[in-house]
């Protein structure tokens, strides 16, 4: 299986996009004050703070990734 540096830019971009999206709990299912992980009911702050800091995480690496592959391609 190829990976395209194309898919791995909107992967990133992507993350990114619901790493703000989870950040400024602007999904619906942010808008109360407790959500249910697991469950244990934990504040929803703290959920969309977790989320989004694993969704920018991944992104990065998404966005990495892509760099390398554009490197290793221009390389040839």
Do not use: C
Not at 3 to 11: H, K, N, V
Not at 43 to 51: G, I, K, L
Not at 57 to 73: E, H, P
Request: charged share 15%; glycine share 14%; proline share 7%.
């Amino acid at each position: 299986m190829k990976i395209s540096p194309f898919t791995l830019l909107l992967g990133g971009v992507g993350a990114g996009v619901m790493g703000f999206l989870f950040r400024f709990r602007m999904l619906p299912f942010l808008k109360p004050d407790i959500i249910i992980k697991g469950g244990h009911p934990i504040p929803t702050e703290q959920y969309a703070n977790w989320m989004s800091t694993g969704f920018f995480i991944f992104g990065s690496v998404f966005l990495a990734g892509a760099f390398i592959v554009l490197a290793l391609k221009a390389r040839k």
